[in-house]
C-alpha cells in the first residue's frame, strides 16, 4: 500500500522540523562557549583591580547584541520553538553577566546599566508569561512596540557611535530612528 503524497511531505517536515530543533538545541554549547572566556577574563580583572583591562570592551556593542537576543527570545516565543528560545535566552543572561562586570568595572555608565537592568528584567518575565500563556495579549503588543522602537533606535546610534573619531559624537541618528520607528509603529496600530 502506497503512502498518499501529501502524507509523505508531512513526514518529511515533520522529520525536518526535528532535525533543525536538535540543532538549535545544539547551539547552547556554542553560545556557552561564546561568552565564557569573556566573563572568565572579566572576573580576573576585576578581582586583580584592573579595571581599566574592562574599557576594552564595548559595552554599546554587547547592548546591541543583548536587545538583539532579547528582541529574537520575544520573536520564538510568540512562535513557540523552545530550543530557540533557550539560544536566545542563554545570550541575554551570558551577555548581561559581562555588562555587570563593565559596569562593576566603571568601564560601563551605572545609569544606562540600570536602565538595560530594567529592560531586561521587564523583557524576560514578559517572554517568560508570554511562553506560559499568562500574559494579557494587550501588554505583549506593547512589549513587541517598544522592543520594536527600542532596537530600531539603538542599532543605528550605535553604528553611527563606531565613527565618533571621524564624525560628530550626536544622538542625532539615534532620534531620527527612534521618530521614524514610532511613527510606523503608531501606523501599523
Known amino acids: 500500500i502506497k503512502e498518499p503524497e501529501k502524507s509523505k511531505r508531512n513526514h518529511a517536515l515533520e522529520q525536518w522540523d526535528s532535525t533543525t530543533a536538535k540543532l538549535a538545541g545544539a ?3 556554542p553560545f556557552l562557549l561564546l561568552q565564557l572566556p569573556q566573563i572568565v577574563l572579566n572576573a580576573r ?4 583591580g584592573n579595571n581599566a583591562a574592562l574599557l576594552a570592551v564595548p559595552w554599546l556593542g554587547m547592548l546591541t547584541g543583548l536587545l538583539g537576543n532579547l528582541s529574537l527570545a520575544s520573536y520564538f516565543i510568540k512562535k513557540k520553538e523552545t530550543e530557540a528560545v533557550v539560544v536566545q535566552t542563554l545570550g541575554v543572561v551570558f551577555t548581561y553577566v559581562v555588562m555587570l562586570q563593565l559596569a562593576i568595572g566603571e568601564a560601563m555608565p551605572f545609569p544606562h546599566f540600570i536602565a538595560t537592568s ?3 528584567a521587564s523583557g524576560m518575565a514578559l517572554n517568560f508569561s508570554k511562553y506560559f500563556d499568562l500574559i494579557n495579549p494587550k501588554i505583549w503588543q506593547l512589549w513587541e512596540d517598544f522592543i520594536t522602537v527600542v532596537g530600531l533606535s539603538v542599532l543605528p546610534q550605535v553604528m553611527w557611535s563606531t565613527f565618533v573619531p571621524y564624525v560628530p559624537n ?5 532620534f531620527i530612528s527612534f521618530a521614524a520607528s514610532l511613527i510606523s509603529v503608531i501606523m501599523v496600530r
Open 118 to 120: 530594567l529592560v531586561v
Open 45 to 48: 580583572n576585576l578581582l586583580g
Open 170 to 174: 550626536t544622538v542625532l541618528p539615534g
Open 27 to 29: 547551539a547552547n554549547l
